[in-house]
C-alpha cells in the first residue's frame, strides 16, 4: 500500500480525553488519547488532500477544518 501525505502539522500535548464530532451528525464524543500507544492528537496547520477521511471522526479533513487556519485531530499513530 502506498502512502502519501494529507496534512502538515505537529503532535501536540495529549491529554487524557479529548471531545471530537463524529460523523455527518457531528455527535460529541469524547475518546482517550493519552493513555493508549495506537492513537495521537495532532495540531494541523495545513491541508494537502482536504477530501482524506480521519477515521477516529469519520469526516474529511475540510469539514474538519471548517473556517480555521489550524485545528486538532485525532489521528491513527500508524498514520504519522
Do not use: W
Amino acid at each position: 500500500m502506498q502512502r502519501h501525505e494529507v496534512a502538515h502539522g505537529e503532535i501536540v500535548a495529549q491529554p487524557a480525553k479529548f471531545d471530537i464530532l463524529v460523523g455527518q451528525d457531528k455527535n460529541p464524543v469524547s475518546i482517550g488519547v493519552s493513555t493508549t500507544k495506537t492513537r495521537a492528537l495532532i495540531k494541523i496547520t495545513e491541508v494537502l488532500a482536504p477530501s482524506c477521511v480521519i477515521a477516529y471522526h469519520r469526516r474529511s479533513l475540510q469539514d474538519i477544518k471548517g473556517d480555521n487556519d489550524a485545528f486538532l485531530a485525532v489521528v491513527s499513530i500508524s498514520a504519522l
